[in-house]
Every structure is written in C-alpha cells, then in structure tokens.
C-alpha cells in the first residue's frame, strides 16, 4: 500500500547544458542520482508546474522529485505549483542546494530558516510556505577569497571535486 502524502525531494539549479556541470547546479546532480539509484521514472517536463518532474514509490511512499525549469533565482514559482498541484504541504518537502558557507564535501540539514543570501531559497520563502526541509550541500570555500560568489558558484567543480562529488551526494 502507497502512503497517500507524497513526498517532494526538489533539487535546486538552473536549467541548461550550459549550467550542468557548475557549483550552483549541485541540488540537481543530487536529485538525478537519487532518481537514479532507487530507479524512478524518467524526468518529464511538465511546462505547467515549471518542472521536470519524476515519480516513483520507496517504501510504500510516494516520491516526486523536481527540477525547476526557471532559473535558479525564481524557483520558488515551480515550487508552488507543484506543491499545489500534488497537494504537498512544506513539512513534506524537502529542498536539495548548494551553500557557498559550508566546505566542499560537507552536507547540512536543517527544517526550517532564512535564506542567507541564498537566493534560489529567497525565492522558495517569496512562494511557498515555510517548513520545508533543506540538504545543503557544501561547495566552498571560494578559492580566491575576493572572486564575485555569483562567479564562483557558476564555474564547474575543480577536477578533485568532481572525482569526489559522487561520494557525498549519493543516498
């Protein structure tokens, strides 16, 4: 029997070949290898909710996992719609990103806060309730401590952190 509340895993990022293999785009990386590893569904675009969405059962619990298809900056709005859509409260969520703050290889998670400047989550607080739960994902520090953050989190991964980004985002 599937537990009737789905369960929302959103990975936060910015869409595009373009931003693949970058800093910020780390929520994504780790909501594909979760897709991956408990083989659900392949990702379908739905242009209504602003997402690619893919769904599938673990456990007897329902999983939507979702990339937003807006840019990282107004997430927030896909996030609503699908939470609407699918009935998701924000206790049931739970929101995958990167944290300039927390060193490389570091994971954090916490229930509830602000954004820090973060503002993929600034958008998220502008849509949705608050409540949601949230994986940070460490991908600092800056490597030169006066480069722009903008800059920073829109390069690719060194080369040793890509050989080691698949140890601490796999579930």
């Not at 990386?29 to 569904?41: C, F, G, N, P």
């Not at 924000?90 to 290889?105: C, H, K």
């Not at 722009?148 to 579930?171: G, R």
Request: charged share 25%; glycine share 12%; with cysteine.
């Amino acid at each position: 029997m599937v537990d009737a509340t789905p369960r929302l895993l959103v990975g936060l990022g910015n869409p595009g070949p373009g931003y693949a293999g970058h800093r910020h785009n780390v929520g994504f990386m780790a909501v594909d290898r979760y897709k991956t590893s408990h083989e659900l569904s392949d990702w379908i675009e739905k242009k209504d909710l602003k997402c690619y969405l893919s769904v599938g059962d673990i456990g007897g619990t329902r999983i939507l996992l979702v990339k937003p298809t807006t840019l990282m900056n107004l997430s927030g709005e896909a996030l609503q719609r699908v939470q609407h859509f699918y009935k998701v409260s924000a206790e049931d969520t739970v929101v995958v990103y990167d944290d300039l703050d927390i060193e490389f290889g570091t994971i954090r998670t916490r229930g509830d806060g602000g954004s820090a400047g973060h503002n993929g989550i600034k958008s998220l607080l502008e849509y949705s309730e608050k409540g949601f739960g949230r994986v940070r994902v460490g991908i600092g520090p800056k490597t030169h401590a006066k480069m722009d953050s903008a800059d920073f989190v829109l390069q690719d991964f060194s080369d040793e952190q890509k050989e080691n980004l698949e140890k601490f985002i796999k579930y």
